[in-house]
């Protein structure tokens, strides 16, 4: 099987196949695989390594990202990143946005995805109506929610129509309320991911284990407790990862809602990058800032992913 | 002979080393040509652009040059405000970027100290319009502000000025108001609008270089030039008329003269949207509003906030009211609104040196300007001709508009001219933090501190 597989890729192959044996197989395999990579690898290594490098040397800059004449100032702006607190700031709404994002779209995501994989009438409508948000535009929704959130916006409205109207305020505008608003947003939006790929995973469990557990007289919650929760927790590490590295990188619904406001209660790494970088032309400072939060993305994906693999250890044991 | 694998290697090792060579090298981009005329004067096809004017201006002014120069094609670009660094700095870094594009002065959206590298000295093309006294007949807030590492990297088509409110007279006169000139009255004023559910004052705190303006009118309020010289680090910013002034703002949303939420309204396009579509009766602008005082300018900005039937309401300016109880009202300051630069990089280099020269210093040019009435034209001799323009109540307007272009031209203030993006962003902070409860002394501290850590960064460079 293995010869005729080979041979299907042309004679020189073949031909070391026969003459080489396994060792000289691998060998003849790559080159044979190369043009088909190149351009990939091209791209990563010509484009996003390349940037990554380059950011790593602007952030020993002091550049306002145009003056000919850049000034080195040697690992200076990391030490200044360590000593201010808008950075953070930053770091904790991540590190909040990350939880309650994370933990509301998990129990949305999961109990929409179980919800729809019984019996229900409508289901595809409902599927359609949790994947909406996902493919609108952040762009495009920042101004509803901007009315809506005002003042004098449509949720106060409805608060007063309700008989709820001593709840209403100015949500935007506070630093209490502005940053619940923004994973509210995230939330309302990124759901219908998280709903997919667990509708998916359930799809995936055997249905055997799910009639097992009926017969031995499972309730629907232990069944879910107790045999589909455990069923995908790989789609939970992996969307664990994605809600991280995602929350790491958050810009454009803060930037469009409230740009980073009021009094840096809605900033994140992204937002903070954007406007040192911009605005304020501290384009050294802000290419450290993005390097730290490469190194935290991809420290919070080894730990996420290490930690799996132990739980992954631990269940075979 | 088949090529063996190891053969292969070093080839694709070149041909991978070949290619990231030139991904790299054409990232690195080359260094900036001479500047030098390209292309012919009179003829050719530009991109200009800009976050100012906006298109109803803008189309004004190039159907004007198309007069003068009708094989000359102009195609303007409105970029946001918040968004204009970022679309063009790369732009200007790349060898597609606009032929003319906008600066300001100062900390100012396209900062010119920053962007002065892409542009080409103009001080020539100016002498050869208006002579060898060139310097005289243009206003010196447009030539001193745009002039950058000894060259005139751009010319300012106009000037404009902060520190007015402008009101909604139709609404005033529905419910038997008058304008506020104190503090008291404009309290007033707020409670007979919000009886009749009418929005009294709006603005988007959330954006907050338009803070600056506001605390830097009452600043003037307090005591004049204060607020100028903490700018020019004359003063220190814990100076008593500054905290005094951090305090009347705050009472401004304390007091519910800002409307509810303002810390989290932008004032482009939120609060002008607002004024624009009549919910609210006063916002804080300044001169660039007189555009809207013509039936054209109104028309158009209030279908831009989404009115579906436009109909056009008399915007009046009114003095900054007395909020100190000083008699120090009225105060203006001002810059270079935005000059035009040429991109040393264009291929149409004299064409669009054409295009920056005739708008910023031609008589026809700056007529334009001046009947648009989006900028105080940079040419002295330049005036609004009333008769061309088109006003909405032409009878209210006029004198106020008049009055308002003759006080401009004794202001010799700045607004953003004197201020580092760094103490621009400081003042927003301070602005938010009080308006949020924080002390007035304690967030003037906050802009000290600021203040020394800008000085002492510029020191080093």
Not at chain 1, 8 to 21: C, E, K, S, Y
Not at chain 1, 181 to 195: A, H, L, R
Not at chain 2, 165 to 182: E, H, N, Q, T, V
Not at chain 2, 423 to 452: D, H, N, R, Y
Request: with cysteine; net charge positive; hydrophobic share 45%.
């Amino acid at each position: 099987m293995t010869s005729t597989m080979f041979k299907a890729r042309g004679p020189r192959t073949a031909h070391r196949v026969v003459a080489g044996g396994a060792g000289v197989r691998r060998r003849g395999v790559l080159p044979s695989g190369v043009p088909w990579i190149m351009p990939a690898f091209v791209l990563v290594v010509g484009l996003i390594y390349y940037a990554v490098v380059e950011t790593g040397y602007l952030s020993t800059l002091d550049w306002d990202g145009t003056y000919p004449y850049p000034t080195h100032v040697g690992l200076s702006n990391y030490r200044a990143i360590l000593h201010d607190p808008i950075f953070w700031k930053a770091i904790w709404h991540t590190a909040v946005f990350f939880v309650v994002t994370f933990v509301a779209q998990t129990f949305l995501g999961f109990l929409f995805a179980s919800l729809l994989h019984s019996r229900i009438r409508l289901a595809r409508l409902y599927k359609v109506l949790v994947f909406t948000p996902v493919v609108l535009a952040p762009a495009t929704m920042a101004p509803v929610f901007r009315q809506m959130f005002a003042a004098d916006g449509q949720v106060n409205w409805l608060l007063h129509h309700i008989g709820l109207g001593f709840a209403a305020q100015p949500w935007l505008a506070q630093s209490s309320t502005a940053l619940p608003v923004i994973m509210f947003i995230t939330v309302w939006q990124f759901t219908g991911i998280t709903f997919v790929l667990y509708y998916a995973a359930i799809g995936q469990i055997d249905p055997q284990t799910l009639e097992a557990a009926r017969i031995d007289g499972a309730s629907n919650v232990r069944t879910l407790v107790s045999i589909v929760w455990p069923g995908v927790r790989g789609t939970t590490v992996a969307l664990a990862m994605l809600g991280v590295i995602g929350a790491l990188k958050t810009f454009d619904v803060p930037y469009l809602v409230t740009v980073g406001g009021p009094n840096y209660s809605t900033e994140f790494l992204g937002t903070y990058i954007y406007r040192i970088s911009l605005p304020q032309a501290h384009v050294g400072y802000g290419a450290a800032l993005s390097v730290l939060l490469l190194v935290l993305a991809l420290l919070a994906a080894l730990v996420i992913a290490g930690r799996a693999r132990r739980e992954r250890g631990d269940r075979r044991v | 002979m088949p090529r063996s694998a190891t053969a292969a290697r070093p080839r694709l090792l070149g041909a991978v080393t070949a290619v990231a060579a030139l991904l790299l090298g054409g990232c690195a981009g080359g260094p900036l040509p001479a500047t030098e005329d390209k292309g012919p004067a009179d003829s050719g096809s530009l991109t200009w652009w800009g976050w100012t004017p906006d298109e109803a201006p803008a189309e004004a002014y190039i159907k004007a040059f198309h007069k003068a120069y009708p094989r000359i094609k102009v195609t303007y670009k409105k970029l946001t405000i918040d968004g204009y660094n970022a679309a063009l700095r790369p732009a200007l870094a790349s060898s597609v970027g606009p032929d003319v594009y906008a600066v300001a002065p100062g900390s100012g959206n396209g900062p010119v100290k920053q962007y002065s590298v892409f542009g080409v000295d103009l001080a020539p093309a100016v002498r050869k319009e208006l002579g060898p006294g060139w310097r005289s007949k243009l206003a010196s807030i447009g030539v001193g502000s745009l002039t950058a590492d000894g060259k005139l990297a751009a010319l300012s088509a106009g000037a404009t000025y902060a520190g007015s409110l402008w009101i909604d007279k139709d609404l005033f006169d529905r419910y038997g108001l008058k304008a506020p000139a104190d503090y008291a009255e404009w309290k007033h004023v707020c409670a007979v609008f919000a009886a009749h559910h009418v929005g009294c004052f709006v603005q988007g705190a959330a954006q907050t270089a338009f803070n600056e303006d506001t605390i830097q009118a009452i600043a003037d309020n307090v005591r004049p030039g204060v607020w100028e010289k903490a700018m020019a680090g004359r003063v220190p910013w814990t100076d008593p008329t500054i905290v005094k002034a951090l305090g009347l703002w705050q009472r401004l949303f304390k007091d519910g003269i800002m409307q509810s939420g303002a810390l989290g309204t932008m004032q482009y396009p939120d609060a002008n949207n607002a004024f624009m579509s009549g919910k609210y009766a006063m916002v804080m602008m300044g001169t660039w509003y007189m555009q809207y005082a013509t039936r054209a300018g109104s028309t158009a900005a209030i279908s831009g906030a989404g009115v579906a039937h436009p109909k056009p309401f008399t915007q009046v300016p009114i003095p900054f009211p007395d909020m100190a109880g000083t008699g120090h009202v009225g105060a203006l300051f001002g810059d270079a609104d935005f000059g035009l630069a040429v991109n040393r990089r264009s291929k149409h280099i004299a064409a669009a040196t054409t295009f920056a020269t005739w708008l910023g210093t031609s008589a026809a040019g700056q007529q334009t300007v001046a009947d648009v009435l989006n900028d105080v034209p940079a040419l002295k001799a330049a005036t609004p001709d009333w008769n061309a323009v088109k006003l909405t109540s032409p009878d209210v307007q006029r004198p106020a508009l008049q009055k308002l272009l003759k006080d401009v031209g004794r202001s010799t203030e700045p607004r953003f001219a004197t201020v580092s993006a760094d103490m621009l962003t400081a003042i927003g902070e301070a602005s938010t933090t009080v308006a949020s409860g924080t002390s007035p002394a304690k967030a003037a501290a906050t802009l000290q501190e600021a203040a020394e850590k800008d000085a002492a960064a510029r020191r080093t460079h």
